[in-house]
């Protein structure tokens, strides 16, 4: 049996390609709207992807299930279970397979049995990988998001981010009844989740790509309530704020998101038409925080093309805005746009280097964490960009509390003179927040560039 994990550090995003190598055969599972690295893993690998598949309708990327069927010429397999209205609006049109609970799929000595874990979401599958070349024992389940390392897939993304009121508590429910229906398998079993921390698919999720379910059950704190009401309570507390793009991501993948094909790079754009892209859509400045700082053309959004990059693109962007970049260099530019592609910002209109800012004289004002109490006596009101949760655990007295990706809705209506000074924990949320507020029109904000963690008084 052939098994290659694939991971998107900025989705905190896992698929999988499982084939058998005696006969050639292959299937991936859960693949991200980037379908290349699949196609280049087969070649290496010898096997053809024949099969496509994915555990759920997922809410944080796009899915690559229709474009890698589409590329390569492989059979989709949909989830049929979970209710007329969460099944895949597309899966006619492009042919699907439907999969029901106890199905199986068969790959030479690789078998796929198919399990029904409704929680996470309604329609959520997870697959029981069994190598019969070496043993009836089942030596994996591709958990998707419902089981990760440490945590469960949290049930609330429907009614909170996708606004199907009423389906968390029930989802609560089926979690922890799915859960129960794990006891039949074996303590040797790997879990190959779907995703890692930093997720906003649950709240607690661990770092290491994988476990055992035996493993789990001694430490996974999901293992550990063996009350059905105390465990909807305990799962739906303290999980964090779902980005706005989740909605759009559900709805996206539900009806099939577009394909892409083979895309070029975003266009080069001249300096003298930045103004003009400012005014009209977007303008995203894709470098690092300090050099934004120092020099930056304003009116220009700063998300850092890091690890937090698509997370705050799917907060921060609308869909029906066109988007132009200012990169470093064309790989750079490319690379967001691939970034940008995988939760579907598909408008980027091109992107302008760094010619475009001479004569730019914008910049950010710095200040220190510690002289917020000084400044809130001058008048100045302090900004808490954290969320609820770190906001709980500790807060600068006085200060509001205004998640960043909250601000442009919850500030909308203070005067854009008052004088701010902006907080998160360490730095890199305030940063992109300084460039948020300034392209609300602000005129006098300060960021508190180390953040609550960075006090050394009080």
């Not at 989830?79 to 106890?102: C, F, R, V």
């Not at 493993?215 to 779902?242: C, K």
């Amino acid at each position: 049996m052939l098994v290659r994990r694939f991971y998107d550090d900025r989705l905190a995003q896992a698929s999988y390609l499982i084939g058998c190598q005696r006969t050639g055969e292959a299937i991936v599972i859960d693949p991200a709207r980037d379908v290349a690295q699949y196609l280049e893993a087969a070649t290496q690998e010898g096997v053809r992807i024949t099969r496509v598949t994915e555990t759920h309708i997922h809410a944080d990327f796009v899915s690559g299930a229709r474009e890698l069927a589409s590329q390569s010429g492989a059979h989709l397999l949909l989830s049929a279970e979970g209710g007329k209205d969460w099944q895949y609006g597309y899966a006619a049109e492009a042919g699907a397979t439907l999969l029901h609970d106890n199905d199986r799929i068969v790959m030479g000595g690789v078998r796929l049995d198919v399990w029904h874990t409704p929680g996470h979401t309604p329609e959520h599958l997870v697959f029981i990988v069994t190598d019969t070349a070496r043993s009836e024992d089942p030596v994996a389940m591709v958990s998707g998001d419902f089981l990760f390392v440490g945590d469960v897939g949290r049930p609330d993304l429907l009614e909170r981010a996708a606004h199907v009121v009423g389906t968390m508590e029930a989802g609560g429910r089926d979690l922890f009844r799915s859960l129960q229906r794990t006891a039949s398998l074996p303590d040797h079993l790997q879990i190959w989740p779907g995703h890692g921390a930093g997720s906003a698919c649950g709240k607690a999720l661990g770092a290491m790509p994988s476990s055992t379910l035996g493993y789990e059950r001694r430490t996974n704190w999901a293992f550990g309530i063996h009350d059905e009401s105390a465990f909807v309570a305990s799962v739906l507390e303290g999980q964090p704020s779902p980005p706005t793009y989740f909605g759009t991501m559900k709805r996206i993948n539900r009806d099939g998101a577009p394909l892409l094909g083979v895309r070029a790079a975003p266009a080069a754009l001249a300096a003298t038409q930045l103004a003009q892209r400012i005014a009209d859509g977007v303008v995203v400045d894709i470098r690092p925080a300090a050099a934004y700082a120092a020099q930056h053309a304003a009116g220009t959004l700063n998300i850092p093309l890091g690890k937090s990059f698509t997370t705050w693109s799917g907060w921060l962007l609308r869909y029906d805005q066109e988007i132009a970049l200012i990169a470093p260099d064309r790989a750079t530019a490319t690379e967001a746009q691939r970034a940008l592609a995988s939760i579907g910002l598909d408008h980027v209109v091109g992107a302008f280097d760094l010619d475009a800012l001479v004569g730019s004289r914008a910049t950010v004002t710095k200040g220190d964490i510690n002289a917020a109490p000084a400044m809130q006596a001058a008048g100045r009101l302090v900004i808490d960009l954290r969320e609820p949760n770190e906001w709980n655990a500790g807060h600068l007295d006085g200060a509001e509390l205004h998640p960043l990706g909250t601000v442009t809705t919850t500030l909308a209506a203070l005067d854009r003179t008052t004088p701010l000074a902006i907080h998160c924990q360490a730095g890199a949320r305030s940063a992109i927040g300084a460039s948020v507020l300034e392209r609300m029109g602000f005129t006098d904000v300060v960021d508190l560039t180390a953040g609550y963690g960075g006090r050394t008084t009080g």
